[in-house]
């Protein structure tokens, strides 16, 4: 790494995007706060993990039941950049794909989406995620990006189909039936959902 006469490191151009990376999380944080997002839970505790879909801390701490959709996120991510930038350097691909999970986490938390999920799913205590739980899952999605990229393909699949049909089977919900239901809400899923 080249130092000037300062003796202060230069970030080298291999570094950058990592670095963009890091403060893409960060910039994420400050804009959900501006927004008004809890820094943490309400409750006053970061707990590592709530398996409560049904309470008000759902989406409140580290990880949780919807942890898995964000791993799948970064597995998606790296298989749509391979298939169209594969010519870029890693580094910048993770770039790409951690402003996506950043505009994802931003809009997700918008008056108007939480509302659309209160509205039209049975997530009635759902008033938005914490600032914690958002930058827990854009490292989830790293976590999945990297993922994608050490693993063999297959791997990558059934991790993808595993975690769609485990949280499906458990919590009857998932990366397909959220974006269903945000997007075409079924009243039959809604109630399959609600345990009717």
């Known amino acids: 790494m080249a130092r000037p006469r300062g003796g202060v490191a230069l970030v080298t151009r291999a570094r ?29 505790t970061i707990k590592l993990w709530h398996g409560e879909t049904m309470s008000s801390e759902n989406s409140q701490h580290l990880a949780d039941w919807y942890t898995p959709s964000h791993i799948i996120h970064g597995i998606l991510f790296f298989a749509a950049l391979w298939l169209v930038a594969r010519r870029l350097p890693l580094g910048w691909r993770l770039v790409i794909a951690t402003l996506v ?23 009635l205590d759902y008033y938005g995620d914490s600032v914690v739980n958002s930058v827990a899952d854009i490292l989830a999605m790293v976590v999945g990006f990297w993922l994608a990229r050490r693993a063999p393909l297959w791997v990558s699949v059934a991790i993808v189909i ?13 990366l397909t039936l959220n974006v269903l239901m945000l997007v075409w809400p079924l009243d039959a899923v809604r109630d399959w959902q609600g345990g009717l």
Not at 16 to 29: K, S
């Open 16 to 44: 950058l995007p990592y670095l963009l990376t890091a403060l893409l999380i960060l910039a994420t944080a400050a804009v959900l706060l501006a927004m008004g997002r809890e820094p943490i839970c309400t409750c006053g």
């Open 101 to 123: 999970e950043a505009a994802w986490e931003i809009g997700e938390n918008t008056n108007a989406v939480i509302e659309r999920y209160r509205a039209v799913t049975i997530s």
């Open 162 to 174: 595993g975690f769609e049909l485990f949280t499906t089977w458990f919590i009857r919900d998932g």
